[in-house]
């Protein structure tokens, strides 16, 4: 009997995080889209924070360091990011948990030019980091303009 009892208690003990991550999500339908987009918007800063330090001289010019950083930005920016901007997740529906804006989906073809925008940057940028300190100097200009472009229109500012 007390080994029954036990195992009731250890399988509610494990079941109960299980329905609260379940209750989790349907609180929030676009919990796992908002992750994702965050998690690659995070992985965009990290990289460029390595280029932008290197470009204003607070971080020693490294050819290696700034070429690993403009290609993982290069490489993120050719993923299909398209699943994680469900009509429904900006910033009007889901409140402070998103900075979205709903402009994205109002003009998808905006949204779609930014976008393209910092691809061709990223790309640009992945060409010249890794030759020396002028070259980088020379790319951080257009990709941190495109990542403006984009946030100037289509994400809430911080205030």
Partial sequence: MRLISRSLLVAAAMTLPLAATVQGQSDSPYQSHLKARQGFMSIVSFNIATLGGMARGNIAYDAEAAQTAADNIAAIAGVDTSPFWPEGSDN??????????????????????????FRTAATGMAEVAGGGLAALRGGIGPLGNSCGNCHEDFRQSID
């Fill in 92 to 117: 009007g529906a889901l409140g402070d948990r998103t900075r979205a804006l709903p402009v994205i989906w109002e003009n998808p073809e905006g949204f779609g030019e930014a976008w393209t925008g």
